[in-house]
């Protein structure tokens, strides 16, 4: 099957500083991919979605300024957290499906964020 | 996308069939049903999915209700590694690449 990669795998940065994770389709093209966020023993929950060569969608109450996301090739999405706080803590996960099929959405191994 | 419900948690010894079931009762006539996983730690992975027949992959096996509101995920002989919460999900055919949207899901739990 299709491979989604996420960089890093975790992180720990400080309180106010900024964090770039890097969510790549390895072996398929991808002109949209998704953004979604899972709190300990909860549900993932979709942040965004990420239209390669436009804007990024996000979802109800994410706020665009802080959660930067830039797909800037057929294969590369990023998020950004700006200014993060230990609330931003979480386990942050990215999907896509390949252009043109299968029909089915391939999910990266995930980001472990610790904001401290 | 129709909502699903799925039991919190099931239990299951090793090497025994187990049985993960979804209830759909407000299904569309064009609405797939989908089953991912997600272990520990990773992200989901994709199972398998089907319309209206039983269908057959190497992970597991899905067999739909012949009214299609209910269905049911089939791991033929549960191992350590298929410890994970089950998602199952009902996507329209005609939803392009739109996101998938998870419920709470199944934690199955497999003893040794």
């Known amino acids: 099957g299709a491979v989604v990669s996420q960089h890093p795998s975790w992180v720990i940065c400080k309180s106010g500083t900024s964090v770039k994770i890097e969510c790549r389709s390895l072996d398929f093209q991808a002109t949209t991919m998704f953004w979604y966020r899972q709190f300990p023993k909860q549900s993932l929950m979709l942040m965004a979605t990420?239209?390669?060569?436009?804007?990024?969608?996000?979802e109800q109450g994410v706020e665009k300024d802080k959660f930067l996301i830039n797909h800037a090739s057929l294969t590369l999405s990023t998020l950004t957290v700006t200014s993060a706080h230990p609330e931003d803590s979480s386990f942050y996960i990215c999907s896509a499906y390949p252009s043109g099929g299968p029909y089915e959405q391939y999910f990266g191994p995930g980001t472990r964020l610790t904001v401290t | 996308d129709a909502k699903t419900t799925q039991p919190n948690s099931m239990e299951s010894n090793e090497e025994e069939p187990v049985h993960l079931p979804c209830n759909h009762s407000?299904?569309?006539?064009?609405?797939?049903i989908h089953w991912y996983r997600q272990l520990p730690s990773q992200g989901p992975e994709y199972v398998i999915h089907g319309l209206t027949s039983n269908v057959n992959n190497r992970m597991a096996s899905l067999a739909i209700a012949e009214d299609r509101k209910s269905s049911t995920l089939i791991l033929h002989r549960a191992t350590l590694r298929d410890a994970a919460v089950y998602y199952c999900i009902l996507r329209d055919r005609n939803s392009g690449n739109t996101p998938l949207v998870f419920g709470k899901g199944t934690r199955l739990s497999v003893i040794a």
């Open positions: 407000t299904i569309s006539g064009t609405d797939y």
């Open positions: 990420s239209n390669e060569g436009s804007k990024a969608t996000y």
